[in-house]
Every structure is written in C-alpha cells, then in structure tokens.
C-alpha cells in the first residue's frame, strides 16, 4: 500500500517554481531515494510532506488522507513523520538521553521514566545507550546522526524522511548510517531519503528518483543512471558526482 502518493505537486517562491508536476508514490516499508543536481527541489519536495513549505497545487495523500489545504492536523500529522536532517539538529545543551526523550515528554505527553525507557529502547537499538548521558558536543558525527535517528524512531513514526543525511559526515561514518538504513529497512521502517552521495544510495536501494528542474526525471536502477544515461542533466550529475574526491 501507498504511504504517500504525491500527484502533480507544485511550489513557487515567488515567481520561481521549483515543484513543476511532481508525482512520487512511497510504499510501507520501502526506502526511496531521491537524488537530483543542488537547487532541483529535493528539500521543499520532503518539507511539502509535513508541511513545513506549503504547496500552491497539487495534492499529497498520506495513508490515503489529503495533508495539503485547510483543516488538516498538522501537529497530528507531524508526530507521524520522522525528519531527519543534514546538520543533526541536536540540542547542544541537552544530554543524547534528554535529546531523544524531548519530543515524547513535550508532543506525546509522555511521563518522564516512561520517556526514558522509550528512549533508551530506541537508543540501545541504534548502539547508542551507553553514551545517553553525554552531551551532543562529545560525540562524532556519525553518533550524532544516530541519535537524531534514535529520537525520530521514538516517536514511532509511519514514515521517516532524511535530507542529505550523510552530507556532513566522512565515508565511513556515511557507510554506518547506510548500515543503520538497511537494518531499519529489514525491520520494514519505511524511509524516504534525499542525497547526491551515490555510494550512499547504492547501499541503501536499488532503483533511485532522479529530481531534475522540479519534475521527476527518471526512476530507473541506479547503476542504469549511472551508465551515460540518455538524458543530458542525469548524465551530468553522474559524471561529476565522479569527479568529486
Ligand atoms: N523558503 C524559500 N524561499 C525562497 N526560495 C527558496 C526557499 N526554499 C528553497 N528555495 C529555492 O528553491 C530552490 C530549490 O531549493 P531546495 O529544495 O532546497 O533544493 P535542493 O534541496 O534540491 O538543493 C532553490 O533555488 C532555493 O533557493
Ligand atoms: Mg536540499
């Protein structure tokens, strides 16, 4: 079953549109990727799903509801999607522990100990229980997208979205998050995932979203983009995504 089905969606700033059309569809348990050139609309793309950037058309079901227009729950919505982001957004004040109990105590309502049990449940899951107590500045990058993993996990979320997840962290901090991804995935979290980094997207799924100039360009095997695709701008952004060190 469709999570989202994501028809002929639309957004402009002003007088720039940067959604032109864009039909996505997002099954229960499925990882999909997105790539496209910086600047294509992958970031509005996911922030349209919780409304974070309003649509100006089109339409947006999740679990078969419409989430775009007037009279939606929008905090209801919100607590079932997950969102993860490039630069972690960790409280730095907070301990890992305090990070990840927040949104449970102050969204669900949840009674402090019950918010830690859950927390450290989600935390011991992702590797991370022993470094509850730590605060955000001493851990490495890859620890900290685990805990901003391990907070949206928490909230058990039908759907978590990640924006460039691994942009911030070296190649072998990336391959862990990819390692998490994939676990997650076979426990059949469903994940829609923006990125440019191709070895990333190589682990975690087989076929990709090619987003380019607002519309989805292709949605084929990534190694077939890869493979001097027929389209120009999908060519181009495999041969400098080489290049790149
Ligand atoms: N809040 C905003 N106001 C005005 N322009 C925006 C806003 N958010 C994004 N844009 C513009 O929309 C385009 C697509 O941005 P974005 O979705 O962040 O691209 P990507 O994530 O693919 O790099 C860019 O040209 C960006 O400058
Ligand atoms: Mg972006």
Redesign the pocket.
């Known amino acids: 079953m469709a999570l989202f089905e994501i028809r002929s969606l639309r957004k402009q700033?002003?007088d720039?549109q940067?959604l032109k059309g864009v039909d996505l569809d997002v099954m229960e348990g499925e990882v999909k990727v997105v790539m496209?050139?910086?600047?294509?609309?992958?970031?509005?793309?996911l922030r349209c799903l919780n409304r974070l950037?309003e649509p100006c058309a089109g339409s947006i079901r999740f679990r078969g509801e419409e989430v775009t227009g007037s009279g939606v729950n929008v905090r209801a919505l919100r607590q079932q999607i997950g969102f993860l982001f490039q630069q972690f957004a960790l409280y730095r004040h907070l301990t890992v522990l305090d990070n990840t109990t927040l949104a449970l105590r102050k969204l669900k309502g949840m009674k402090k100990q019950d918010a830690a049990e859950r927390a450290l449940h989600e935390l011991d899951r992702l590797d991370m229980a022993g470094h509850a107590h730590k605060h955000p500045a001493h851990l490495s990058g890859g620890q900290k997208q685990r805990v901003a993993l391990a907070r949206a996990l928490a909230m058990d979320p039908a759907v978590i979205l990640l924006?460039e997840p691994t942009s911030a962290l070296d190649p072998v901090m990336a391959r862990e998050v990819a390692q998490l991804i994939r676990k997650l995935h076979s426990e059949r979290v469903t994940m829609l995932c923006?990125t440019h980094d191709v070895e990333f997207a190589s682990a975690i799924a087989e076929r990709v979203t090619f987003?380019n100039q607002g519309l989805v360009q292709a949605e084929e095997r990534l190694c077939v983009l890869q493979n001097n695709h027929e389209h120009p701008a999908i060519r181009e952004f495999f041969m400098t995504e080489k290049r790149t060190p």
Do not use: I, W
């Not at 496209?36 to 793309?45: A, E, V």
């Open positions: 700033f002003n720039h940067v496209g050139p910086s600047g294509c609309g992958k970031s509005t793309l950037v924006d923006v987003l």
